[in-house]
Structures are given as C-alpha cells and as structure tokens.
C-alpha cells in the first residue's frame, strides 16, 4: 500500500449528502476483483450522459478539478452497501483524501485498508473547506497526516482526530497483508518449532 504523510492537491467540492456506495462505483463495475481500471466508472450515473459523453454540471468532469486528490464531500459519505469497490474506485481516479463531517463505518474502515484518507471534521470546517474547495484549480489544499491537519491556500489550518493505530498503518502504507508480514520472523520461528515438536503434521 502507498504511504500518506503529506498530500497536496486540489480539492474537489461534492456537495452531497448521503452520498453511498452505489452512487460512487454503479453495480455494473462489480465484475472485477482487480483494484485497477474502475477510475472511469467513479460516480458514472453522475459523470456521464446517456450517450457515454461527459456531463459537463459534473464537478470531475470540470477543467479545474479533473486531476483532484482530495474530495470535499457532504454529510454522511459512503453509506449504502459495504462494497471495497468504492475506494478502489477513488483511489484509481486519483483521490486520496476524503474529508466530510461523516462517514458510514464500513466505507470509512475500508478506505484506509486501501490508502485513502477519511478526514472527520465539523461542519463549521467543512463550510469553510468548501468556499475553499470551490476555488477551482487555485483550490489546494495540503494534508499533514503526521501533524493531523489541513492547510489551506489563504494559511488557515484545521486540526483533525485520528486513531493512532490506522495512522501508523497510513504513514507506514501497511495494509493487512502489510501487518502479517511484520511477523514474519515469529511466523517462521513457530513453524521451525511446531515441524521439529510434531514433525508428522
């Protein structure tokens, strides 16, 4: 999994709530177990017309936001069914960070088996995000994670709680597979020990 330590970039503003899963990667994605290639199916219903060309009113489709690596997202995000789909989907778009004032459990756990960013903050900070947000390609924002804080582009700082565990496992881009293996030398030792003790297993 990537590292997170320090993400800058523009910030795209959804002002949505409630938005899940389904709106973020549609069904007809969830053919694949791969984690690459579902960037162009991220929020389809939203960014494409009927006839497969892009809609314009949507904001990734804009100029200015077409390369975002962090998402300003309303209320409640990522709700719906416990799909991993969606932020693979994200990820491989390019986002990073994720910051709304609610995330649903599972998407918000999934997201950082994965190497994204969930960011709680108060609505007061996340008005304030998206006047920021809503700057278009002057909209940039830096995410410390060692210093749980944003940055934004006029100097203002807003300070964000994490558990100290899944930041370790963010700054250190340990995934599950990541965690295990930092046993390995333990692993190995109590199987050389099991195979000498019971050698007919």
């Known amino acids: 999994m990537e590292k997170f330590t320090v993400l800058e970039g523009v910030a795209a503003p959804l002002k ?58 309303g209320d409640n995000f990522g709700c719906g069914s416990s799909r991993e789909h969606a932020p693979w989907a994200l990820l491989d778009f390019g986002i990073r960070c994720v910051i709304s004032t ?32 809503d700057r278009g390609a002057n909209a940039t924002l830096t995410i410390d994670l060692p210093a749980q804080e944003i940055r934004g582009p006029d100097g203002g700082v807003v300070k964000f709680e994490i558990d100290p565990f899944r930041k370790r496992c963010l700054i250190e881009g340990l995934d599950d597979i990541g965690l295990t293996l ?20």
């Open 102 to 133: 609610s995330f649903a459990d599972i998407f918000y756990n999934n997201c950082f088996k994965n190497g994204i960013l969930p960011v709680v903050v108060s609505k007061e900070d996340l008005d304030k995000l998206f006047d920021d947000a």
């Open 182 to 201: 930092e046993k390995a030398p333990a692993i190995a030792a109590y199987e050389t020990a099991k195979s000498a003790e019971q050698p007919w297993l």
């Open 16 to 73: 949505l709530v409630n938005v899940d899963t389904d709106m973020i990667i549609p069904k007809q994605y969830l053919k694949t177990i791969k984690r690459t290639g579902l960037g162009t199916g991220l929020f389809s219903e939203m960014r494409y017309k009927d006839d497969g060309s892009d809609n314009p009113d949507f904001v990734l489709n804009q100029s200015a936001y077409k390369n975002a690596k962090i998402l300003v997202a």
